[in-house]
């Protein structure tokens, strides 16, 4: 809004020129996002208490020391983030942008459903929300709305191509198909953060990297002079989500705060498949969508572990790992959960330096 506001009256005001610069924005972004985080989320969490009195359920096939420290925290603290990603874009981005309001559909979409699914949670009082199929439904449909607005965004032949990372120049066009791929990446993206989220702080600060990262890429991607650079594909308009990355990263660490162990507030599905579905959607605009494999590769591995149990169990009997998804593993082998945590931020910080090299390295 700033930004469509306030720069035609530089002529009057030559400091408002700021307003036009992409980088100036995205720190705004981020600090607004920050403060509406550290300034709501007491309030919000105080709120949610008094209407969750016995905070949100705990399976009871989890970890048993989950029925002990984790009972009484209240849940759906992901409002707190989704108020300041909205907030902060709203004030600091382009407006005009198409692209700006395609990811905010899947943010706000996928929050909404998720915030379904725990509101069902606690008036039943039962780890079991919305029916499975008709929340992956929904999200489909959201996302294939996104995929192909995105589509329609982007020029040919990028808008129905995929690109290939280490390797400059090479489009894969899939047609038609391209909505669905989006579609794949958008809902995959939202469950992996969403089954990541088990520990108090486990899935958020991996979140805030990959945002971080993100909010590079789009940076280049949407820059002709650093795309020709770093031969990278030049997509024009998505520098703007460099400010909804920025504003991500924000409300992230502001949020952070609460959720930091013991955790005040859990982010519930109403966090996790929003901001999980807002990366997969800015990684279909920047067509960065095998990047995100890499510098999501935490989330990649919590989801393949739940595969590889599931197969595994029904098709011998037996599992893998001591239990589902992969941080239970390491808890029932008796790792401290601070362990457990700082361990997984250490592999995302590690796996998003691996997948900011691809920008270099073709």
């Known amino acids: 809004m700033l930004y469509n506001l306030l720069p035609p009256l530089a002529d009057d005001f030559g400091f408002l020129n700021l307003f ?133 965004l982007t020029r040919d032949p990028l808008a129905t191509s995929l690109a290939v990372p280490f390797l400059k120049n090479v489009l894969l066009n899939l047609g038609w198909l391209f909505p669905l791929f989006g579609v794949v990446v958008m809902v995959g993206s939202s469950n992996s953060v969403n089954l990541t989220d088990g520990l108090d702080g486990l899935a958020i600060v991996p979140v805030m990297i990959a945002a971080a990262c993100f909010a590079l890429i789009a940076y280049l991607v949407g820059n002709a002079v650093f795309a020709n650079y770093l031969q990278i594909h030049f997509v024009p308009g998505t520098g703007e989500l460099a400010v909804l990355c920025g504003a991500l990263v924000g409300a992230s660490l502001g949020f952070l705060w609460f959720n930091a162990p013991p955790a005040m507030v859990f982010m519930g599905d109403t966090g996790s498949l929003s901001v999980g579905g807002a990366i997969g959607a800015i990684s279909v605009a920047t067509k960065h969508e095998l990047v995100l494999v890499i510098i999501g590769g935490l989330f990649v591995l919590e989801t393949v572990s739940v595969i590889v149990q599931v197969v595994s169990f029904k098709l011998t009997g037996r599992r893998v790992f001591r239990m589902a998804p992969l941080h239970h593993h390491f808890e029932q082998k008796g790792w401290a959960e601070p362990t457990i945590v700082i361990r997984f931020w250490i592999i995302a910080m590690i796996l998003a330096l691996i997948g900011l090299s691809t920008l270099k390295l073709r």
């Open 20 to 152: 036009r610069y992409l980088t100036f924005r995205t720190g705004g972004a981020v600090m607004t996002a920050l403060l509406v985080s550290f300034l709501c989320g007491a309030p919000v969490i105080r709120w949610l208490k008094a209407r969750q009195a016995g905070g949100q359920p705990i399976r009871e096939d989890g970890p048993e020391s989950h029925l002990l420290t984790k009972k009484g925290t209240p849940t759906m603290g992901g409002f707190i983030i989704l108020l300041g990603v909205s907030v902060a874009t709203l004030l600091w981005a382009d407006l005009t942008n198409g692209y700006v309001w395609a990811v905010l559909l899947v943010t706000l979409g996928f929050g909404a459903i998720g915030f379904a699914d725990d509101y069902l949670k606690l008036t039943r009082m039962s780890h079991k929300g919305l029916p499975g199929r008709l929340r992956i439904c929904l999200e489909i449909v959201i996302a294939f709305i996104a995929a192909v607005w995105i589509m329609k």
